[in-house]
């Protein structure tokens, strides 16, 4: 996952004392000009690389995060204020690399007693880079923490969300279609775990998608954190199931269910189908033909395979083959 492997971001109080700590050493093998200059390009590079390392190992932004991870973390953490605090941690980088090459110059170019007080000076003046940046470190360190936890979904893989009211069959339908290869785990957007299973059909692999605290209630219900991790949806879906329980065991009517599909059907983009299963058609005579696109009941494995087939027709996935000549 694009956010799983960001490194610890140090506090800036960590990073001064690590260089000047190393400084301290490097001088203490050394005498004179020598000893100076060294502690100074050890402390400019300790700081400098460090800070250059916490900005690189971040993806870009612009570039390199897909909009469906754009706006998982946006729902999350402020994007542009990340943007922002890696772009004066990267700007400290190279104030203090011209630090240390001015003083250095200075050093060489003066007596022993001067060049101790330009080291000095340097220090001093690294020294309030780096408080000018604490509460930038500080919000990369959160947000790391905050996005590192977002699920693991490969945009690049053909999609199905499955959607609904609770109690309606949608995780069982979904454990059952995955067997083995699900994975659950809570996300800081939803109070409940996001089920995200794997399923795979002529040697293409498909993910699907349950939002259990997302897509099981109505929009007015749900917190602009939701909100917008809901609208995320809408970039990573190619289908969508929307599981309905005629017989309103589920706690929830019949109508207020295909209301639900309704606000469904016009938060994705009108070429994601969506598909209207009824679940525990063992349980009600018949549904409305036009409410419905098919039937199943989970608990009797019955249609199940049909149904995942029919979502699969929909998202009519064709990866892209290499041709005889590479073309």
Same mark, same amino acid.
């Given at each position: 996952?694009?956010?799983?492997?960001?490194?610890?971001?140090?506090?800036?109080?960590?990073?001064?004392?690590?260089? &000047?700590?190393?400084?301290?050493?490097?001088?203490?093998?050394?005498?004179?000009?020598?000893?100076?200059?060294?502690?100074?390009?050890?402390?400019? =590079?300790?700081?400098?690389? =460090?800070?250059?390392?916490?900005?690189?190992?971040?993806?870009?932004?612009?570039?390199?995060?897909?909009?469906?991870?754009?706006?998982?973390?946006?729902?999350?953490?402020?994007?542009?204020?990340?943007?922002?605090?890696?772009?004066?941690?990267?700007?400290?980088?190279?104030?203090?690399?011209?630090?240390?090459?001015? #003083?250095?110059?200075?050093?060489?170019?003066?007596?022993?007693?001067?060049?101790?007080?330009?080291?000095?000076?340097?220090?001093?003046?690294?020294?309030?880079?780096?408080?000018?940046?604490?509460?930038?470190?500080?919000?990369?360190?959160?947000?790391?923490?905050?996005?590192?936890?977002?699920?693991?979904?490969?945009?690049?893989?053909?999609?199905?969300?499955?959607?609904? #009211?609770?109690?309606?069959?949608?995780?069982?339908?979904? %454990?059952?279609?995955?067997?083995?290869?699900?994975?659950?785990?809570? #996300?800081?957007?939803?109070?409940?775990?996001?089920?995200?299973?794997? &399923?795979?059909?002529?040697?293409?692999?498909?993910?699907?998608?349950?939002?259990?605290?997302?897509?099981?209630?109505?929009?007015?219900?749900? %917190?602009?954190?939701?909100?917008?991790?809901?609208?995320?949806?809408?970039?990573?879906?190619?289908?969508?199931?929307?599981?309905?329980?005629?017989?309103?065991?589920?706690?929830?009517?019949?109508?207020?269910?295909?209301?639900?599909?309704?606000?469904?059907?016009?938060?994705?983009?009108?070429?994601?189908?969506?598909?209207?299963?009824? %679940?525990?058609?063992?349980?009600?005579?018949?549904?409305?033909?036009?409410?419905?696109?098919?039937?199943?009941?989970?608990?009797?494995?019955? %249609?199940?395979?049909?149904?995942?087939?029919?979502?699969?027709?929909?998202?009519? #996935?064709?990866?892209?083959?290499?041709?005889?000549?590479?073309?």
């Amino acid at each position: 996952m694009i956010f799983e492997g960001l490194p610890t971001t140090p506090r800036s109080e960590e990073l001064v004392d690590k260089a &000047f700590s190393r400084a301290a050493r490097a001088g203490r093998a050394k005498r004179g000009h020598e000893a100076q200059e060294s502690m100074l390009r050890t402390a400019g =590079n300790v700081l400098s690389d =460090n800070l250059e390392n916490v900005v690189t190992s971040w993806p870009d932004f612009g570039f390199d995060v897909d909009p469906f991870y754009y706006e998982l973390a946006d729902a999350l953490v402020d994007v542009d204020r990340l943007r922002q605090a890696l772009s004066q941690v990267m700007w400290a980088s190279r104030q203090i690399e011209d630090l240390r090459d001015e #003083y250095t110059t200075k050093v060489r170019n003066s007596d022993v007693d001067t060049a101790r007080k330009h080291r000095k000076q340097a220090f001093a003046r690294m020294a309030d880079i780096m408080d000018q940046i604490k509460d930038d470190l500080r919000y990369i360190g959160d947000s790391r923490d905050q996005l590192k936890v977002l699920p693991d979904v490969d945009p690049d893989e053909p999609a199905v969300v499955v959607a609904g #009211y609770p109690n309606i069959g949608k995780s069982s339908f979904v %454990n059952r279609v995955t067997r083995a290869s699900n994975q659950i785990a809570e #996300y800081p957007f939803t109070t409940k775990g996001v089920q995200i299973g794997h &399923f795979e059909r002529d040697h293409i692999r498909y993910q699907i998608v349950d939002t259990p605290g997302l897509l099981d209630r109505p929009a007015d219900e749900r %917190n602009d954190i939701e909100r917008q991790a809901v609208s995320a949806l809408e970039h990573l879906a190619d289908a969508v199931i929307f599981v309905i329980d005629p017989s309103g065991d589920c706690g929830y009517p019949l109508e207020v269910q295909l209301e639900l599909r309704e606000e469904a059907r016009e938060l994705f983009d009108a070429a994601v189908p969506l598909l209207t299963v009824a %679940n525990k058609h063992d349980r009600f005579e018949g549904v409305k033909a036009e409410s419905v696109d098919a039937t199943m009941s989970v608990t009797e494995d019955e %249609n199940v395979e049909e149904v995942l087939d029919m979502a699969v027709d929909a998202v009519g #996935y064709e990866p892209d083959l290499p041709t005889r000549d590479g073309e």
